[in-house]
């Protein structure tokens, strides 16, 4: 796999406006969190094949601090489908607005080859005392393959109330796609979230 990492100065207007001016989920988590009295390192998933895109839920515990959870996430490892994309480049764009945007072109390998483009968008949002309290992330296809129609999806990083070092995560994906749409979906959200606990751990990612 072949990685490059950049940083390019380029105006906001250039990037896509369609994303909110204030980041928020996509929609309300609809599961709960897993059961345990030691915060589980797992997730609950729900998944539904709607008319218009697929929808992915992901609800879990990672035993890292805030900040520990977001670096991992900014992790190309992570956030990048490390199981389909064979070739990836990520530029990391200047911003005002968000504290992080990365841009990713994707290059899939198959009977017929693909590529897309992602875009994320980070925000930590302060307290009054300029304290990181959460992090809310969105990502978008914004252009590429005509057979990916929809693909968008939210994080959201949570201190758990009493523990430095345990945060909730929640994921939601949705995926119009020409093949496979739900199980494509859960295949990426479950594999980001084993990704993301490894890297946070130090340790090594599948070779899918």
Same mark, same amino acid.
């Given at each position: 796999?072949?990685?490059?990492?950049?940083?390019?100065?380029?105006?906001?207007?250039?990037?896509?406006?369609?994303?909110?001016?204030?980041?928020?989920?996509?929609?309300?988590?609809?599961?709960?969190?897993?059961?345990?009295?030691?915060?589980?390192?797992?997730?609950?998933?729900?998944?539904?094949?709607?008319?218009?895109?697929?929808?992915?839920?992901?609800?879990?515990?990672?035993?890292?601090?805030?900040?520990?959870?977001?670096?991992?996430?900014?992790?190309?490892?992570?956030?990048?489908?490390?199981?389909?994309?064979?070739?990836?480049?990520?530029?990391?764009?200047?911003?005002?607005?968000?504290?992080?945007?990365?841009?990713?072109?994707?290059?899939?390998?198959?009977?017929?080859?693909?590529?897309?483009?992602?875009?994320?968008?980070?925000?930590?949002?302060?307290?009054?005392?300029?304290?990181?309290? *959460?992090? @809310? /992330?969105?990502? &978008?296809? #914004? $252009?590429?393959?005509?057979?990916?129609?929809?693909? %968008?999806?939210?994080?959201?990083?949570?201190?758990?109330?009493?523990? *430095?070092? @345990? /945060?909730?995560? &929640?994921? #939601? $994906?949705?995926?119009?796609?020409?093949?496979?749409? %739900?199980?494509?979906?859960?295949?990426?959200?479950?594999?980001?979230?084993?990704?993301?606990?490894?890297?946070?751990?130090? $340790?090594?990612?599948?070779?899918?």
């Amino acid at each position: 796999m072949l990685i490059w990492l950049q940083t390019a100065c380029i105006s906001n207007e250039v990037l896509q406006n369609d994303f909110p001016k204030i980041l928020e989920p996509l929609e309300d988590i609809r599961v709960e969190v897993p059961q345990g009295d030691d915060f589980p390192e797992e997730i609950v998933l729900l998944s539904e094949d709607g008319p218009d895109y697929a929808s992915v839920h992901a609800r879990g515990y990672l035993h890292l601090s805030l900040d520990n959870a977001w670096t991992a996430l900014r992790n190309d490892l992570v956030y990048v489908n490390q199981r389909d994309v064979s070739n990836y480049t990520v530029t990391e764009m200047d911003s005002d607005e968000y504290d992080y945007i990365f841009l990713v072109d994707n290059e899939v390998q198959d009977i017929i080859p693909v590529a897309f483009t992602n875009e994320w968008r980070h925000v930590g949002h302060q307290n009054h005392k300029e304290d990181v309290i *959460d992090v @809310v /992330v969105r990502w &978008r296809k #914004i $252009e590429g393959t005509d057979f990916i129609q929809l693909l %968008e999806g939210s994080v959201e990083i949570i201190p758990v109330e009493g523990e *430095d070092a @345990v /945060v909730e995560i &929640r994921i #939601i $994906e949705h995926l119009k796609a020409t093949l496979d749409q %739900e199980a494509n979906a859960i295949e990426f959200v479950t594999d980001m979230a084993e990704r993301w606990k490894l890297v946070g751990h130090g $340790e090594s990612i599948p070779n899918y």
